[in-house]
């Protein structure tokens, strides 16, 4: 007879966090996104759906986590079938026509019967028809352990949620061509301009493939730091007082914009990484030759952490793809740094975020912005009217 013991200590009763503390942190997790389908009775039911995964090979198995309270989960419950529909890329007002309650969610939505019965979502990246194996309780949620019976997928990317945002995954592998290709642009701008010819960038790199650098040569021709001759061929675009204006403008734009949306409601844990990133660039030494890469990734941090308040990875790498401190690297001499650094619109603006005043924050990216494109443009000028 199997015999067993009570712990020697008292259980442990869990103290849970805050469940809005939960929702923000767990929403930081990227996860692919699914709708969920079967059909009871001759209806049709389906929900959006991320808490889903591949349980095991041997057997096949699908997990997936649905509310109680959901009309889509009580028709599992009866049905004992269900389909995983994997969103691609362009389905993001699918997801959210899904994720609603009430209503036919099949009026106008494209789909098939499978030969089990149930709703396949025409053009979906990947489905899978499962057989309810077993199921458990979890919170407020019921967790369905099915075998996987048919599977069927095509090319294409997913669809991606991300903190509360539907949006796509970027390939690992065409975002670090983009972001070395763009350093190299940057830091590569020798008068007259040098051809920058995809093949030789890929060895340069030690990339593989030269289509990622060809790719990301178009992109920063939309980003204005590229330009393409007659021939064909790409340049570096020559750093003109109009492209400042027009990068820094556009910087100051969202920077306001994020600030008059989300500064007084932004959650405590965003705004203290705000804060911690502005104290992290005020606390940088005097600015010389040895410590200047240094401050110019301080910098950049504390920006796109402002606009990261908005909660949109989108917007953050939208202005990201605005800054280029690697131009004023190389520009800028100690002594510009120096006065650059001793001016006192960065203190100004990380002690407004901290307070969560807006318009004393608005006020400070403007005299930045002003500031910053002045001390651009002189040293332009000295260049003699172009970097």
Same mark, same amino acid.
């Given at each position: ?25 767990? $929403? ?88 089990? $019965?149930?709703?396949?979502?025409? %053009? ?14 979890? %919170? ?15 090319? $294409? ?8 945002? +539907?949006?796509? +995954? ?10 070395? #290709? ?38 920063? #021709? ?34 306001? $914009? ?66 280029? %401190? ?57 260049? %003699?009217?172009?970097?």
């Amino acid at each position: 007879m199997l015999m067993t013991t009570a712990p020697s200590h008292a259980p442990l009763v869990p103290s849970h966090v805050d469940k809005e503390v939960f929702r923000h942190v767990s $929403g930081h997790f990227a996860s692919g996104v699914t709708v969920i389908t079967t059909r009871d009775s001759g209806q049709l039911f389906g929900t959006t759906a991320s808490a889903v995964s591949s349980l095991s090979v041997e057997p096949p198995m699908m997990l997936v986590c649905l509310n109680r309270s959901s009309t889509t989960h009580a028709a599992i419950e009866r049905s004992g079938v269900y389909a995983v529909n994997i969103l691609s890329e362009a389905q993001g007002a699918l997801a959210r026509h899904f994720g609603r309650s009430g209503g036919d969610k099949f009026e106008d939505v494209p789909y098939r019967l499978s030969e089990e $019965g149930v709703p396949l979502i025409e %053009g979906a990246l990947a489905t899978l028809v499962c057989v309810v194996r077993e199921t458990a309780l979890g %919170g407020s949620h019921t967790i369905f352990l099915g075998d996987a019976v048919a599977a069927e997928a095509q090319g $294409g990317e997913p669809l991606a949620y991300y903190r509360g945002k +539907f949006g796509r +995954f970027e390939k690992e592998a065409e975002r670090r061509a983009y972001e070395l #290709t763009r350093e190299f642009v940057l830091s590569h701008r020798e008068m007259p301009a040098p051809e920058l010819d995809p093949d030789t960038i890929t060895a340069e790199l030690g990339l593989r493939q030269a289509q990622p650098v060809h790719n990301a040569l178009v992109a920063l #021709t939309v980003e204005s730091l590229v330009s393409r001759r007659a021939d064909g061929a790409f340049v570096p675009t020559a750093i003109t007082p109009e492209l400042v204006d027009n990068l820094y403008d556009a910087r100051a734009t969202i920077e306001t $914009g994020v600030v008059e949306t989300f500064l007084e409601t932004a959650h405590d844990d965003e705004l203290r990484r705000v804060i911690a990133a502005g104290e992290g660039l005020l606390s940088t030494p005097d600015i010389d030759e040895r410590n200047v890469d240094d401050y110019l990734a301080l910098h950049g941090a504390f920006h796109r952490a402002l606009v990261g308040l908005s909660g949109s990875a989108q917007l953050v790498d939208t202005y990201r793809r605005l800054q280029i %401190g690697t131009v004023w690297r190389t520009a800028f001499d100690e002594a510009t740094w120096r006065t650059y650094f001793g001016n006192d619109v960065i203190p100004a603006l990380v002690d407004a975020v901290a307070r969560r005043d807006v318009d004393a924050a608005k006020v400070a990216i403007a005299d930045f912005t002003s500031y910053f494109k002045a001390a651009v443009k002189s040293v332009i000028a000295e260049r %003699g009217g172009a970097i």
